[in-house]
C-alpha cells in the first residue's frame, strides 16, 4: 500500500486567540487539536505526518505532537520561517507575520513525494473527513499528475464563531460536484439568524446563509500543486508585500481552477466541525470534544 501523507499547517501566530492555538491543551486528556488530527489521520490510514512550524515550536511540537503520535506515524517537522525565500528576495523591515498557507505548503516540497492532504492545525474536521481524504488520496496514488484535487467543505453556519469575526474561502461548484471557485472572504460575522454578513468598506452588508459551503483548508492535492505554489509566491513576492500581506492557499487554487490548470472536487462529509479563533471561543471548543470522548467516538486518552 502507498504512503499517505496528511501535511499539518501550525505555524500561525494565533494574534486573536491570544498565543499558539495550535499547542492549546484542548481535549479533556490534554490533547491539542494537532494530537486529533494526527489521531484521526493514523486510525484512517494516514502513514505519514509533515507538520509544518516555525522554529520557537519546534521543541514544543516534539514533546507534545511527536512523543505521542510518533508511535502511529512517520513525523517529519519543516520550519515556516521568514527567510524560506529566493535569494533574490528581501523580508521587509518589521514584517513578523508568516508568508501565508501557500508559502506553508510550499515549504513542505521536500518532504512530500506523492499525493497529499492538508489541513489546519487549530481546526478539528472529525474522523469521517480524515477517512475521506485517505480514501481520496489512495485513488490519486494509480494517477499522481492528472486525479483531481479535492476540498472538504463545511457549511459557514457550522464555522462561524460567537465572538467576532471569522475569515473563510467562499465555495462555488458544478452540479456535478467540482469546485469553480474558492474565494477567500475576511470578516465574517454572524448574524442572530445563524447567517455570515459581510460589510464592506462604504457600510454595505451582504448577506450568505448558513448553509453556504466553505472551506476550512482541508484539501487533497497531487504533487503538481507545488510548481503552482512556487509561481505564485514568486510572483507574490515580486510585489513588494506589505508587513502583514499574505499568499493565501484558496487563492492559488483559485487561479488555477480560473485557467483550467487544476480540477478540485467539492466534497462534505456528516462530520462536525470545530475550532478556535478567538479566546473566547475555547469554552465551546473544550465542551464539544469532552462530548464527543463521553459518546465513544474517542477514547479517554489519544494515545
Not at 221 to 232: E, G, Y
Amino acid at each position: 500500500m502507498p504512503s499517505t501523507t496528511l501535511v499539518l499547517l501550525a505555524a500561525g501566530l494565533g494574534s486573536r486567540y491570544g498565543g499558539p492555538k495550535q499547542l492549546d491543551p484542548l481535549g479533556p486528556d490534554g490533547s491539542t487539536l494537532m494530537d486529533y488530527a494526527a489521531f484521526d489521520a493514523a486510525r484512517a490510514g494516514f502513514t505519514d505526518l509533515v507538520v509544518i512550524t516555525r522554529r520557537t515550536l519546534r521543541a514544543q511540537v516534539e514533546a507534545t505532537l511527536v512523543a505521542r503520535a510518533g508511535r502511529s506515524l512517520r513525523i517529519a517537522i519543516v520550519e515556516q520561517e521568514l527567510d524560506r525565500i529566493p535569494a533574490w528576495a528581501a523580508v521587509p523591515a518589521g514584517r513578523e507575520s508568516p508568508w501565508g498557507t501557500a508559502h506553508a505548503v510550499l515549504v513542505a516540497r521536500e518532504a512530500v513525494t506523492s499525493p497529499f492532504a492538508v489541513v489546519n492545525a487549530d481546526d478539528f474536521y472529525g474522523a469521517e473527513t480524515y477517512r475521506v481524504l485517505a480514501g481520496t488520496l489512495r485513488d490519486a496514488s494509480a494517477a499522481p499528475t492528472t486525479a483531481p484535487w479535492a476540498n472538504v467543505a463545511f457549511p459557514l453556519g457550522h464555522t462561524m464563531s460567537l465572538h467576532g469575526a471569522v475569515n473563510r474561502a467562499l465555495c462555488d461548484s458544478t452540479g456535478d460536484g467540482f469546485l469553480t471557485k474558492v474565494i477567500e472572504q475576511r470578516g465574517i460575522v454572524r448574524n442572530a439568524d445563524g447567517n455570515g454578513v459581510i460589510t464592506a468598506a462604504d457600510g454595505r452588508t451582504t448577506e450568505l446563509a448558513a448553509d453556504t459551503l466553505v472551506s476550512m483548508n482541508c484539501w487533497a492535492f497531487t504533487p503538481p500543486l507545488f510548481a503552482l505554489l512556487d509561481a505564485a509566491f514568486t510572483t507574490f513576492l515580486r510585489a513588494t508585500p506589505g508587513l502583514k500581506d499574505e499568499c493565501l492557499l484558496p487563492d492559488v487554487v483559485n487561479d488555477a481552477l480560473a485557467g483550467e490548470r487544476a480540477r478540485c472536487r467539492l466534497l462534505s462529509t456528516g462530520a462536525s466541525w470545530c475550532g478556535v479563533t478567538h479566546k473566547e471561543d475555547r469554552p465551546a471548543t473544550v465542551d464539544a470534544l469532552a462530548a464527543l470522548h463521553a459518546t465513544g467516538a474517542y477514547p479517554a486518552r489519544l494515545w
